[in-house]
């Protein structure tokens, strides 16, 4: 009777103490993320290069133009000359090529002259402007980290990177959806206006069940705006299936929760 | 029993683990307007013509003017018609929802029409093709002359629908129609849909008649003309034609608008250079003096809620825009920045307050908080003014000038509108030159 007792008690402590252990707000994930976060940002600027809005484009170009002047004016003037020291030109040369150049007399030399810099210069482009691109994307996303007071999307952020999708995964998907959302534009900008939406899926990415978290705001009187921005979320859910799923790891992703908030973008 | 007990934690613990959730924010998204497909409207075969109208022909024409609604919103895309696939008649009973995705629709407008006994009766569906279903089904019943405003009521009902807003359709705006030159203007009451058709001109250009305004709550006018070269502010009833003149002031009246219950009239009197803002109740007579300053306080302008105006004064040296409560007190200048503000006027949302600003030669329509903070500039001109709000705030109507002729010596005068977010700037076409405009509120409510 005793050792039941004891038995029951014990297994009672350890069923509590799961219960609470497992709950989101216990859930401490590491603040300070790994370096590998710079690598997977290559994959997600080319994932997340989608077309953007005017507006949106402008302010993003704005942004990367402004980052771009901060990051050539911090490079130093030698390293290419560092990285490549056998494809210098020689001075002698670079008197020729300026001469063909101005004079633009000789246009198989000029196109061979050309064709040699652009090539010696492309290489040097494309580096420079993949590290840029790098920093620039890295700065973005950390600003928008700071930016972004929401509690909610700081944790969730945490979430999805400890709990079944990697940095890239998680910005294929959000790209994806980016693509398919349309975004309601005659939203009130002070709102509160978050839908979170429930996504049970298959292994292809298909949905198989969805849900809007709070779906009866939807019907209450004054939540016009509300409703709309989850059609809206629901819809885009729908065109983009099947989803960009890791192949791997059903179980970790079968079910997944979209916050859609647009607030920060009608905000410019 | 120990057994059980380990298996039933491990078990558990794998559930839990399994079972967290991932969470992905969705932060940004396509700007880009909404595809839409709008079939033409399915006519009934039994329908009888009706006067000079073809029936047969009013399916494909409601729909036109439903898809001009739309793309001149800017929230929309409709969807060129020879990509759909379906008949309307079997897209309005039940569409083949693939069908329509695939020429990238995300919501699809089905109809059908039929008259009978002089009625036209329309019915339209608004369907949200993602979701396969019904989001709006509604019918009207009108004369079949009347087939324009239904129009407009099915894209301010799919508006407000896809959203949230009330839309702005079905209304009309009044506004000044100029002709000849420029020393000799001929200037008349005009009154148009929104979308530029129906004109109908109300005076016949004897008198000068600046600044008409609606009434929002009915089909009443107010403006102000110049009679025997006293500048006078009037009422018109649309409806009937009669008009009057609004009080028995000794002087000039001018700037006239009305209050949001449109129970009384705004406007400004001037006498011996003081011009100040006074109140006259319609059913009573009664006149009300607002300021009393030494300055020129003109262009007064309600809040939605009627407990606040605003007007510009040249109180502070330069003219500005202030507020104050309906009965005059509280006094607060809310413009800043570099320039002078005038024509201000109250969002029928009542977060905005539009205006015109003039800075180094150009004029500027802006929107400022009725704080006077977040002031935003959203188109610049050579000239222009009198910003009028949409019903539903969404919308600025002002008119611009500008030179026209070879040598730039002519000019003209046109009605544009434009998106608070400042885009989607447009002109709306009028028959004549235009200026002074007036939105009215939504014809059916």
């Known amino acids: 009777m005793t050792k039941s007792l004891i038995y029951s008690l014990s297994f009672h402590a350890i069923m509590i103490l799961l219960t609470v252990l497992s709950l989101p707000f216990m859930i401490r994930e590491p603040v300070d993320l790994p370096p590998i976060v710079s690598m997977q940002l290559i994959q997600i600027s080319d994932e997340t290069n989608i077309p953007f809005a005017p507006k949106a484009r402008k302010v993003i170009n704005k942004v990367k133009e402004e980052e771009k002047r901060v990051v050539s004016e911090q490079a130093p003037p030698s390293a290419k000359a560092k990285e490549k020291p056998d494809r210098i030109p020689l001075p002698k040369k670079q008197d020729e090529k300026k001469k063909l150049v101005k004079k633009k007399q000789n246009p198989k030399e000029v196109k061979t002259e050309v064709r040699q810099t652009s090539e010696f210069e492309k290489k040097d482009i494309i580096d420079t402007n993949q590290i840029a691109a790098l920093i620039d994307k890295a700065k973005e996303d950390s600003a928008k980290v700071k930016k972004n007071n929401n509690k909610l999307t700081q944790d969730s952020k945490k979430n999805a990177f400890a709990k079944g999708l990697t940095l890239s995964e998680e910005d294929a998907l959000r790209a994806q959806i980016f693509g398919c959302w349309t975004v309601p534009l005659g939203l009130p900008y002070d709102d509160d206006l978050l839908v979170r939406i429930k996504l049970d899926l298959k292994q292809d990415g298909t949905i198989s069940r969805s849900e809007i978290l709070d779906h009866e705001r939807m019907n209450r009187p004054g939540q016009k705006f509300y409703k709309v921005l989850a059609e809206s979320a629901l819809r885009a859910v729908r065109i983009c299936q099947p989803l960009r799923v890791p192949q791997t790891g059903y179980d970790k992703w079968k079910t997944i929760q979209l916050n859609f908030n647009p607030m920060e973008m009608l905000k410019g | ?445």
């Open chain 2, 1 to 445: 029993m120990k057994k059980t007990f380990y298996i039933f934690v491990i078990l558990f613990l794998k559930f839990n683990i399994a079972h967290s959730l991932i969470e992905v924010d969705i932060t940004r998204g396509n700007l880009d307007p909404l595809p839409i497909a709008v079939s033409p409207l399915y006519v009934d075969v039994q329908s009888e013509n009706y006067k000079d109208i073809k029936i047969k022909e009013l399916g494909e024409l409601i729909s036109s003017v439903i898809e001009k609604n739309f793309k001149s919103t800017g929230l929309f895309n409709p969807l060129n018609k020879d990509a759909f696939v379906q008949k309307p008649d079997i897209a309005h009973l039940k569409p083949r929802f693939e069908d329509w995705r695939l020429i990238t629709a995300q919501a699809l407008v089905t109809g059908k029409i039929s008259v009978k006994d002089n009625k036209l009766k329309v019915e339209f569906r608004l369907w949200d093709l993602a979701a396969a279903q019904e989001m709006v089904a509604l019918a009207f019943t009108t004369t079949p002359s009347n087939w324009r405003r239904v129009a407009h009521i099915i894209s301010d009902k799919v508006y407000e629908r896809l959203t949230g807003e009330t839309g702005y359709f079905d209304t009309r705006i009044i506004y000044v129609s100029e002709t000849g030159l420029k020393t000799q203007r001929v200037k008349k009451l005009a009154i148009m849909d929104q979308d530029g058709e129906n004109t109908k001109y109300l005076t016949l250009g004897n008198e000068l008649v600046l600044t008409p305004r609606f009434n929002p709550t009915n089909q009443l006018v107010t403006y102000m003309s110049y009679f025997r070269n006293l500048p006078r502010v009037y009422l018109l009833d649309i409806e009937t034609g009669i008009q009057e003149v609004v009080g028995n002031f000794p002087g000039m009246t001018f700037a006239p608008r009305f209050s949001p219950d449109g129970k009384k009239i705004i406007m400004s009197f001037a006498k011996e250079g003081n011009s100040d803002i006074y109140t006259m109740d319609l059913e009573t007579r009664l006149v009300e003096k607002i300021t009393e300053d030494s300055s020129i306080d003109t262009s007064p302008s309600f809040s939605p809620d009627g407990k606040y105006i605003c007007f510009n004064s040249d109180r502070s040296g330069l003219q500005q825009i202030y507020t104050m409560k309906s009965d005059g007190t509280n006094v607060k200048r809310i413009s800043f920045g570099n320039g002078i503000y005038g024509t201000p006027v109250w969002s029928p949302r009542g977060d905005l307050i539009a205006f015109t600003k003039m800075r180094a030669g150009k004029f500027y329509i802006g929107v400022m908080r009725s704080d006077g903070t977040g002031e935003r500039l959203l188109t610049e001109n050579y000239y222009q003014e009198a910003p009028s709000w949409s019903p539903n705030g969404r919308l600025l109507v002002f008119y611009r000038e500008t030179k026209s002729g070879k040598d730039g010596s002519g000019f003209s005068a046109k009605l544009w509108s434009i998106d608070i977010t400042g885009y989607n700037e447009r002109e709306l076409k009028t028959e004549t030159d235009a200026s002074d405009p007036s939105w009215s509120s939504l014809l059916s409510k």
